[in-house]
């Protein structure tokens, strides 16, 4: 799993549920940034992960258990990797 799979999950469960990222944070109380690609690294260019407590407010906002989060992760890496499997052959 990459960096980018798990924001390519948020972005997608914002957007199965008719929201922006910015919308998603709003909706469980962070800021309306939290979420932006802008974010996505610190200062130095490091990978930024959404936090676990960030996850569980998204997850609690929406209604929907860990599990949910997990299978979009898991369709992300999956079709990347097969993505990466055919660029090789």
């Not at 690609?37 to 997850?59: D, F, T």
């Not at 949910?68 to 999956?78: C, H, K, Q, S």
């Amino acid at each position: 799993m990459k960096h980018t799979d798990v924001w390519n999950a948020m972005d997608t469960m914002a957007i199965k549920h008719g929201l922006s990222p910015s919308g998603m944070a709003i909706r469980c109380g962070l800021c309306s940034t939290a979420f932006n690609k802008s974010k996505r690294e610190n200062v130095n260019g490091k990978p930024r992960w959404p936090s676990m407590q960030s996850l569980a407010k998204v997850l609690d906002s929406l209604g929907q258990p860990m599990g949910y989060f997990a299978d979009i992760v898991d369709t992300i890496v999956a079709s990347r990797m097969a993505s990466e499997r055919r660029t090789k052959e």
